[in-house]
Structures are given as structure tokens and as C-alpha cells.
């Protein structure tokens, strides 16, 4: 790793984060805990989802694995994902023994193509699982519409749109079901964490056993630091809960939210004021307005976008590809799919830049001249 390379993502670590770390490990009660109880709060109000039930996890793998397990997805089932999709809701679906059936993405949004998802509908179609991709929304009226007129439940992943606004309404408060990833390098961080937000009280007692081993420990004991020592055990259960040193950290990301999404806003319009004119750049098409941007991406020709990634970590600008599509993989190269010409493309031509909370101009510049000098040498 080249320490004076301008990185593709960063946390936004400071004083309240290290304050908040210290606090949670001088307490010494670091797993399940009162944090927890209050990050979960704090979360449902900051998506003023009052109606809604927000559940704290691990990771956003484990958010996905539950929520599917919730939605009752399980052997025999299948669930369509867009194949441009991250290796974690894959694996996810694998875990509950169903096996994921990759549909298209549409060009503009490389979010769900929802004709391309009708095409693969059968039988045995349990649940779709849709992305917002980077800083780019699905259209989630339609989504609930497809969902509705096949009688599918919805598994919003919402990692990379934790903070944004969907027709006026915040992302996560208003889905079937929807998830959210707290991993190093999100929006917003724990160290690792993850939530689901659900529509029932019921709904929401589930993912507490499921993410406790199973145990019906009550939430509420735990959020007061202490735990019940009997118990019963009723159905499968995994490790999922949320620590509180995580929780904690959360928590003082949570209090800057506004400041980090509005800095991540202002460096993604600097990059589509001055890279939208490059010709051979292809920029996300958007304004941001409403959106909190978690990756920022450009499309360039595909012959050229790994030779532009070189030349770029050459002038100290790390690039990252979000992502390689799902039926690459060894693993999911069988998987039943539609016709996958506009992942295919894009898989080949796109190119995640750096972006991260408080960048400074000097960096942003650093980022724009490099990709300028390129094509102006690769006319
Ligand atoms: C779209 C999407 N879904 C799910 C995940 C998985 O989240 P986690 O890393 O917290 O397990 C990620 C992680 O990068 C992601 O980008």
C-alpha cells in the first residue's frame, strides 16, 4: 500500500469517535449491550421511520441473511438479484440454501432492470433483492409494484444509500424490508456493523432470537447491560448481534451525518463538473440532490479502464471496481440468468474514484487532473 496514495475510501475518524471507543471499553461491557439500544434509536429517527422496527447486526452480510431468512427464503427457493451486485448478497441467498438468479441492470441507473427481472420470474421466485448503486437510486415505486403484482418480497439493500431520499421519503423507511452496512468504509461506520429496518413488531422479535443464537433473551435486558440466564430456543439462531464498542462508534458517526453526506455531495458535483466534460468519461447521471453518495464512479471505454487505473496509482490516485458481476464467479458462473449484455459492458468499464468524508480540493484536483491527462494522451 502506498501510504501517500489519495485512497479510494476513508473512514471519518476523529476525536468523538476515539472519545466514544474509550467510553464503551473503559464501561467493559463490550458485546450486546445499551449502545446497541441506542444506536438502533437514534438510526429510526435519523430515517424518521417511527412505523417502522430497526435492528441492529454484525454486517451487512448478516443484515442480508437475516432478512431473507425473515422473508422465508430458504432450500428449493430462488431469489433475483441483479448480477452487478456485491458478493455478499450472493453469498447471502447461498446461506439460507437458495440459489440466486441474476437479472440485467439498466444503463443509466446500473440499478435493477425491472423488465430484465420479470423475464426470470418462476415458481419458485421467493424475493428480489434490489441495490441502490453508489450514488444512483432504483426507481422503488416500480420496484414495489413489480414486487407486488408477483407477490414478492422486497430485500432493499440500501448499503450505499444510507442517508438519502427517495421522493421525499429517507431510504430505509419505507421497503418491505431494507438493509443497511456499517463496514469500514460506508457512509457511515462501526468498524463493522450492519441494520435492518422491518415493518412489524413481530418481524422484529424474530431477528432479535435469530441474531442471538436464537435465544429469546429479551433485547430490553440487554440494552440495560445485563443478560437473562434462562431462555428458551425456538429456531436457528447465528452470531449476529451488534457490539456495544461498535454501537458506540456508531453512534458518533451518527452525530456528524449531516456534515459527512454534505461533503461527500460537494466532492461528487466537483467530479461531475469536471469530469462530464471529458470526452470517454461517462459520469453518474444525477444532481445528488437528495443523495448522499457512498462511491463515486465514472464508465470509461473498456480497453482503456485498466491502463487509466494504472496510470492514475502511478500519480498516487488508488481506484477501486465495484464490481466484477456475480456470474463471473467460479462459484455462480451457473446460475440461471437472463441475458446480461449491459452488466458485461459495465463490469469492464467502471471505475470507482476516490471519495470520502472532508476531501480537500488538492485531492479532488489530484484525481481530476490525473484522469485529464490521461485522455488527453489517449485521444
Ligand atoms: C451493496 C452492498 N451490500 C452488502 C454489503 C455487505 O456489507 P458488509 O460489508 O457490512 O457485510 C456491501 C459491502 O460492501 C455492499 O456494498
Not at 81 to 101: C, H, K, R, Y
Not at 169 to 183: T, V
Amino acid at each position: 500500500m502506498n501510504l501517500d496514495a489519495t485512497p479510494v475510501f476513508k473512514p471519518a475518524i476523529e476525536q468523538e469517535e476515539l472519545d466514544a471507543a474509550r467510553k464503551a471499553l473503559e464501561l467493559g461491557w463490550l458485546g450486546m449491550g445499551g449502545y446497541v439500544g441506542d444506536f438502533e434509536r437514534q438510526l429510526q429517527s435519523f430515517l424518521g421511520a417511527a412505523d417502522r422496527h430497526v435492528v441492529a447486526v454484525s454486517t451487512g452480510h448478516a443484515a442480508l441473511h437475516l432478512g431473507l431468512l425473515l422473508a422465508g427464503v430458504g432450500p428449493g427457493d430462488e431469489v433475483i438479484t441483479p448480477s452487478f451486485n456485491n458478493a455478499a448478497d450472493f453469498q447471502a441467498i447461498l446461506a439460507t440454501g437458495a440459489e440466486p438468479v441474476f437479472c440485467d441492470i439498466d444503463d443509466d441507473t446500473l440499478c435493477i432492470d425491472l423488465a430484465s427481472a420479470e423475464r426470470l420470474v418462476s415458481p419458485r421466485t421467493k424475493a428480489v433483492i434490489v441495490m441502490d448503486y453508489d450514488c444512483v437510486l432504483c426507481d422503488h415505486d416500480r420496484v414495489a409494484e413489480f414486487a407486488r403484482s408477483h407477490r414478492l418480497r422486497v430485500i432493499h439493500d440500501a448499503a450505499h444509500s444510507f442517508g438519502s431520499k427517495y421522493k421525499g421519503r429517507m431510504i430505509g423507511s419505507f421497503s418491505d424490508i431494507a438493509m443497511f452496512s456499517f463496514d469500514p468504509v460506508k457512509t457511515i461506520t462501526c468498524i463493522d456493523g450492519g441494520a435492518l429496518v422491518v415493518r412489524t413488531e413481530e418481524e422484529m422479535s424474530r431477528l432479535h432470537e435469530m441474531r442471538l443464537i436464537g435465544m429469546s433473551q429479551p433485547a430490553k435486558v440487554m440494552y440495560t447491560n445485563a443478560r437473562a440466564w434462562t431462555y428458551d430456543i425456538k429456531s436457528i439462531g447465528f452470531r449476529y448481534h451488534m457490539a456495544n464498542l461498535h454501537a458506540a462508534i456508531g453512534l458518533a458517526q451518527l452525530s456528524k451525518v449531516d456534515r459527512i453526506i454534505e461533503s461527500r455531495r460537494a466532492s461528487c458535483r466537483y467530479y461531475n463538473r469536471h469530469l462530464g466534460r471529458i470526452a470517454g468519461v461517462t459520469v453518474p447521471k444525477t444532481t445528488f440532490e437528495d443523495i448522499s453518495p457512498f462511491l463515486y464512479y465514472i464508465r470509461v471505454p473498456a480497453r482503456q479502464r485498466d491502463e487509466l487505473r494504472r496510470f492514475l496509482g502511478e500519480r498516487g490516485v488508488d481506484t477501486g471496481i465495484h464490481w466484477q458481476p456475480g456470474h463471473w464467479f467460479t462459484l455462480l458462473k451457473n446460475c440461471r440468468r437472463d441475458d446480461l449484455g449491459v452488466t458485461e459492458r459495465v463490469g469492464e468499464e467502471i471505475l470507482s474514484l476516490p471519495l470520502f468524508a472532508f476531501m480537500s480540493e488538492d485531492t479532488l484536483e489530484r484525481v481530476v487532473d490525473g484522469i485529464t491527462a490521461f485522455f488527453r494522451q489517449n485521444r
